[in-house]
Protein backbone atom coordinates (compact mmCIF):
# COMPACT_ATOMS: atom_id res chain seq x y z
CA UNK A 1 0.00 0.00 0.00
CA UNK A 2 1.41 3.39 -0.80
CA UNK A 3 -0.33 6.79 1.07
CA UNK A 4 0.44 9.67 -0.80
CA UNK A 5 -0.05 12.81 1.17
CA UNK A 6 0.07 14.89 4.75
CA UNK A 7 1.18 13.78 7.46
CA UNK A 8 1.35 16.59 10.93
CA UNK A 9 2.79 16.31 13.80
CA UNK A 10 -0.46 16.50 16.30
CA UNK A 11 -0.85 17.93 19.86
CA UNK A 12 -3.53 16.42 21.67
CA UNK A 13 -5.57 17.64 24.77
CA UNK A 14 -8.41 15.96 25.83
CA UNK A 15 -10.94 18.46 27.80
CA UNK A 16 -13.92 18.30 29.79
CA UNK A 17 -15.24 21.14 27.70
CA UNK A 18 -14.48 23.24 24.76
CA UNK A 19 -13.26 26.52 26.05
CA UNK A 20 -14.95 29.48 24.76
CA UNK A 21 -13.44 32.93 23.48
CA UNK A 22 -11.23 34.51 26.25
CA UNK A 23 -11.47 31.40 28.34
CA UNK A 24 -8.40 29.00 29.77
CA UNK A 25 -8.87 25.42 30.50
CA UNK A 26 -6.75 22.64 32.00
CA UNK A 27 -6.33 19.95 30.17
CA UNK A 28 -6.57 16.32 31.52
CA UNK A 29 -3.91 14.85 29.30
CA UNK A 30 -2.10 15.51 26.46
CA UNK A 31 -0.32 13.27 23.80
CA UNK A 32 2.03 14.24 20.83
CA UNK A 33 2.43 11.81 17.92
CA UNK A 34 2.22 11.77 14.04
CA UNK A 35 -1.74 12.36 12.70
CA UNK A 36 -2.66 13.67 9.21
CA UNK A 37 -4.47 11.95 6.23
CA UNK A 38 -1.99 10.13 4.76
CA UNK A 39 0.26 9.16 7.70
CA UNK A 40 -2.75 8.25 10.21
CA UNK A 41 -4.11 6.04 7.17
CA UNK A 42 -0.53 4.17 6.65
CA UNK A 43 -0.32 3.94 10.53
CA UNK A 44 -3.96 2.30 10.04
CA UNK A 45 -2.44 -0.16 7.28
CA UNK A 46 0.02 -1.40 9.25
CA UNK A 47 -1.72 -2.04 12.25
CA UNK A 48 -3.68 -4.12 10.15
CA UNK A 49 -1.16 -5.87 9.25
CA UNK A 50 -0.78 -4.67 5.45
CA UNK A 51 2.74 -3.68 4.27
CA UNK A 52 2.65 0.88 4.40
CA UNK A 53 4.53 3.15 2.14
CA UNK A 54 4.01 6.73 3.36
CA UNK A 55 5.47 8.85 0.28
CA UNK A 56 4.90 12.86 2.00
CA UNK A 57 7.11 16.08 3.49
CA UNK A 58 9.36 15.59 6.42
CA UNK A 59 11.17 18.84 7.11
CA UNK A 60 13.10 19.38 9.60
CA UNK A 61 12.77 19.21 13.64
CA UNK A 62 9.50 17.94 13.87
CA UNK A 63 10.21 15.88 10.41
CA UNK A 64 12.33 13.99 12.44
CA UNK A 65 10.20 13.63 15.44
CA UNK A 66 7.13 12.19 13.29
CA UNK A 67 9.39 10.05 11.44
CA UNK A 68 10.50 8.39 14.26
CA UNK A 69 7.23 7.51 15.51
CA UNK A 70 5.71 6.13 12.47
CA UNK A 71 7.52 2.65 12.91
CA UNK A 72 6.77 0.10 10.92
CA UNK A 73 5.71 2.41 8.02
CA UNK A 74 8.04 2.66 5.19
CA UNK A 75 8.70 6.52 5.06
CA UNK A 76 9.83 8.74 1.58
CA UNK A 77 9.91 12.39 1.93
CA UNK A 78 10.37 15.12 -0.70
CA UNK A 79 10.07 18.93 -1.12
CA UNK A 80 10.53 21.25 2.08
CA UNK A 81 8.19 21.96 4.58
CA UNK A 82 5.83 19.83 6.62
CA UNK A 83 4.67 18.37 8.72
CA UNK A 84 2.68 20.91 10.30
CA UNK A 85 1.57 21.10 13.80
CA UNK A 86 -1.65 20.51 14.75
CA UNK A 87 -3.61 21.16 17.71
CA UNK A 88 -6.47 18.79 18.57
CA UNK A 89 -8.47 19.65 21.74
CA UNK A 90 -10.77 16.49 22.60
CA UNK A 91 -13.91 16.06 24.43
CA UNK A 92 -14.23 14.17 27.31
CA UNK A 93 -17.41 13.32 27.36
CA UNK A 94 -18.20 12.17 23.54
CA UNK A 95 -14.81 12.19 22.20
CA UNK A 96 -15.60 15.17 19.72
CA UNK A 97 -12.98 17.10 18.51
CA UNK A 98 -11.83 20.82 17.04
CA UNK A 99 -8.62 20.64 15.39
CA UNK A 100 -6.31 24.08 14.02
CA UNK A 101 -3.61 23.16 11.38
CA UNK A 102 -1.62 24.74 8.89
CA UNK A 103 -2.17 21.52 6.77
CA UNK A 104 0.24 21.63 3.54
CA UNK A 105 0.04 25.14 2.79
CA UNK A 106 4.66 25.19 3.62
CA UNK A 107 5.12 22.34 1.05
CA UNK A 108 7.69 22.94 -1.82
CA UNK A 109 9.20 20.77 -3.98
CA UNK A 110 11.74 23.46 -5.11
CA UNK A 111 13.73 22.21 -2.22
CA UNK A 112 13.52 18.34 -3.29
CA UNK A 113 16.84 16.77 -2.64
CA UNK A 114 16.36 16.60 -6.90
CA UNK A 115 17.03 20.09 -7.79
CA UNK A 116 14.81 21.56 -10.34
CA UNK A 117 12.74 19.24 -10.98
CA UNK A 118 8.88 18.25 -10.62
CA UNK A 119 6.58 16.43 -9.13
CA UNK A 120 6.61 13.39 -11.74
CA UNK A 121 10.05 13.02 -11.51
CA UNK A 122 10.62 12.82 -7.35
CA UNK A 123 7.64 10.40 -7.36
CA UNK A 124 9.80 7.40 -7.74
CA UNK A 125 7.44 4.99 -10.12
CA UNK A 126 8.60 1.47 -8.41
CA UNK A 127 6.62 2.98 -5.21
CA UNK A 128 4.02 2.66 -7.32
CA UNK A 129 4.62 -0.43 -9.53
CA UNK A 130 5.04 -2.37 -6.47
CA UNK A 131 1.97 -1.23 -4.51
CA UNK A 132 -1.65 -2.92 -4.77
CA UNK A 133 -3.44 0.32 -3.93
CA UNK A 134 -2.18 3.88 -4.07
CA UNK A 135 -4.29 5.62 -1.28
CA UNK A 136 -4.21 9.52 -1.81
CA UNK A 137 -5.55 12.49 0.00
CA UNK A 138 -5.11 15.70 -2.34
CA UNK A 139 -3.48 17.79 0.39
CA UNK A 140 0.33 17.35 -1.79
CA UNK A 141 -1.46 17.54 -5.21
CA UNK A 142 1.75 17.38 -7.37
CA UNK A 143 2.51 14.17 -6.15
CA UNK A 144 -0.78 12.94 -5.91
CA UNK A 145 -1.24 13.23 -9.23
CA UNK A 146 2.27 12.25 -10.55
CA UNK A 147 1.18 8.93 -8.25
CA UNK A 148 -1.88 8.55 -9.78
CA UNK A 149 -0.84 8.78 -12.95
CA UNK A 150 1.96 6.06 -13.00
CA UNK A 151 -0.89 3.98 -10.99
CA UNK A 152 -3.04 4.35 -14.27
CA UNK A 153 -0.16 3.45 -16.41
CA UNK A 154 0.29 0.00 -14.36
CA UNK A 155 -3.03 -1.18 -13.36
CA UNK A 156 -2.94 -0.07 -9.63
CA UNK A 157 -6.00 0.71 -8.35
CA UNK A 158 -6.34 4.38 -6.97
CA UNK A 159 -8.31 5.02 -3.83
CA UNK A 160 -9.00 9.10 -3.11
CA UNK A 161 -9.45 10.24 0.69
CA UNK A 162 -11.90 13.50 -0.47
CA UNK A 163 -12.74 14.98 2.72
CA UNK A 164 -12.76 18.32 1.06
CA UNK A 165 -12.41 19.87 -2.91
CA UNK A 166 -8.78 20.53 -3.69
CA UNK A 167 -8.02 22.60 -6.92
CA UNK A 168 -5.71 19.13 -7.88
CA UNK A 169 -8.81 17.44 -8.32
CA UNK A 170 -9.70 18.66 -11.59
CA UNK A 171 -7.02 16.93 -12.98
CA UNK A 172 -7.12 13.58 -10.20
CA UNK A 173 -10.60 12.32 -9.99
CA UNK A 174 -10.39 10.83 -13.96
CA UNK A 175 -7.35 8.90 -12.85
CA UNK A 176 -9.52 7.59 -9.49
CA UNK A 177 -10.77 4.26 -9.19
CA UNK A 178 -12.72 4.37 -5.80
CA UNK A 179 -13.50 8.31 -4.33
CA UNK A 180 -14.52 7.93 -0.35
CA UNK A 181 -15.96 11.34 0.29
CA UNK A 182 -16.68 13.09 3.69
CA UNK A 183 -20.74 14.18 4.18
CA UNK A 184 -19.29 18.02 3.62
CA UNK A 185 -17.45 16.98 0.30
CA UNK A 186 -18.98 19.36 -2.19
CA UNK A 187 -19.41 17.75 -5.47
CA UNK A 188 -22.39 14.69 -5.26
CA UNK A 189 -22.11 11.35 -6.03
CA UNK A 190 -23.06 12.25 -9.81
CA UNK A 191 -20.84 14.72 -10.79
CA UNK A 192 -17.59 12.88 -9.21
CA UNK A 193 -18.89 9.60 -11.37
CA UNK A 194 -19.34 12.21 -14.32
CA UNK A 195 -15.27 13.00 -13.20
CA UNK A 196 -14.46 8.88 -14.17
CA UNK A 197 -14.95 7.64 -11.15
CA UNK A 198 -16.35 4.27 -10.99
CA UNK A 199 -17.34 4.00 -7.62
CA UNK A 200 -18.31 6.82 -5.12
CA UNK A 201 -18.60 6.06 -1.81
CA UNK A 202 -19.63 8.67 0.57
CA UNK A 203 -19.56 8.93 4.96
CA UNK A 204 -22.36 10.34 6.76
CA UNK A 205 -20.64 10.62 10.58
CA UNK A 206 -22.81 7.52 12.89
CA UNK A 207 -24.87 7.33 10.28
CA UNK A 208 -24.58 4.29 7.48
CA UNK A 209 -21.54 4.67 4.75
CA UNK A 210 -23.40 4.87 1.11
CA UNK A 211 -22.22 3.44 -2.11
CA UNK A 212 -22.91 3.51 -5.93
CA UNK A 213 -21.24 2.12 -8.93
CA UNK A 214 -22.88 1.57 -12.41
CA UNK A 215 -26.56 2.35 -11.25
CA UNK A 216 -26.41 -0.13 -8.60
CA UNK A 217 -26.25 1.68 -4.85
CA UNK A 218 -25.80 0.17 -1.09
CA UNK A 219 -25.04 1.12 2.33
CA UNK A 220 -23.92 -0.49 5.35
CA UNK A 221 -24.40 0.91 9.04
CA UNK A 222 -21.79 2.10 10.90
CA UNK A 223 -21.74 0.16 14.00
CA UNK A 224 -22.84 2.04 17.73
CA UNK A 225 -19.64 2.20 20.43
CA UNK A 226 -18.89 4.19 23.18
CA UNK A 227 -16.94 7.02 21.19
CA UNK A 228 -13.92 8.43 23.14
CA UNK A 229 -12.02 10.14 20.22
CA UNK A 230 -13.07 10.99 16.77
CA UNK A 231 -9.74 12.69 15.65
CA UNK A 232 -8.64 10.96 12.66
CA UNK A 233 -11.17 7.93 12.85
CA UNK A 234 -11.64 9.04 9.30
CA UNK A 235 -7.86 8.84 7.40
CA UNK A 236 -8.29 5.24 9.56
CA UNK A 237 -11.54 4.37 7.84
CA UNK A 238 -9.79 5.15 4.68
CA UNK A 239 -6.88 3.36 5.44
CA UNK A 240 -8.91 -0.15 5.90
CA UNK A 241 -10.87 0.71 2.64
CA UNK A 242 -7.73 1.05 0.79
CA UNK A 243 -6.48 -2.28 2.83
CA UNK A 244 -10.02 -4.11 1.87
CA UNK A 245 -9.82 -3.12 -1.74
CA UNK A 246 -6.12 -4.41 -1.98
CA UNK A 247 -7.95 -7.62 -0.60
CA UNK A 248 -10.21 -7.83 -3.65
CA UNK A 249 -13.53 -7.91 -0.88
CA UNK A 250 -16.81 -6.93 -2.69
CA UNK A 251 -18.30 -3.35 -2.13
CA UNK A 252 -20.53 -3.83 0.90
CA UNK A 253 -18.05 -6.04 2.98
CA UNK A 254 -15.39 -3.43 1.95
CA UNK A 255 -17.08 -1.14 3.82
CA UNK A 256 -18.82 -2.94 6.88
CA UNK A 257 -14.93 -3.90 7.06
CA UNK A 258 -13.84 -0.09 7.30
CA UNK A 259 -16.77 0.69 9.77
CA UNK A 260 -15.75 -1.72 11.88
CA UNK A 261 -12.20 -0.74 12.02
CA UNK A 262 -13.11 3.05 12.27
CA UNK A 263 -15.10 2.08 15.40
CA UNK A 264 -11.46 0.38 16.80
CA UNK A 265 -10.53 3.83 16.37
CA UNK A 266 -13.62 6.07 17.93
CA UNK A 267 -13.37 3.67 21.17
CA UNK A 268 -9.89 4.45 21.80
CA UNK A 269 -7.71 8.12 22.40
CA UNK A 270 -4.66 9.31 20.49
CA UNK A 271 -2.46 7.57 23.34
CA UNK A 272 -3.24 3.32 22.47
CA UNK A 273 -5.47 3.25 19.21
CA UNK A 274 -2.25 1.77 17.02
CA UNK A 275 -1.80 -1.01 19.98
CA UNK A 276 -5.31 -1.80 20.00
CA UNK A 277 -6.13 -1.99 17.17
CA UNK A 278 -3.58 -4.47 16.43
CA UNK A 279 -5.05 -6.35 19.22
CA UNK A 280 -8.43 -6.00 17.38
CA UNK A 281 -6.72 -7.38 13.94
CA UNK A 282 -5.09 -10.61 16.05
CA UNK A 283 -8.16 -10.96 17.79
CA UNK A 284 -9.69 -12.67 14.50
Known amino acids: MLCVGLTTVDVSQRVAEFPVPGQKVQSLGVHLAPG ?3 ANAARAVAALGHRAVLLTALGGELGEFARSRLDPVEVHSVGTGGPALSMVAVRERDGERTVISRNAVEFDLAGSEVAGVGAADVVDPAL ?3 ADVVLVDGHLGPLALAAARVARRTGVPVVLDAGSWKPVLDDLLPLVDVAACSAAFEL ?4 VHARGVPLVIRTHGPHPVTWSRGGVTGGQP ?7 DTNGAGDVWHGALA ?5 GMAVDDAVRWANEVAAVRVRHTAWDWVEELERWRDSG
Not at 188 to 191: C, K, L, N, T, Y
Open 128 to 130: VEA
Open 36 to 38: GPA
Open 188 to 191: SESE
Open 222 to 228: VPVVEVR
Open 243 to 247: VAVAR
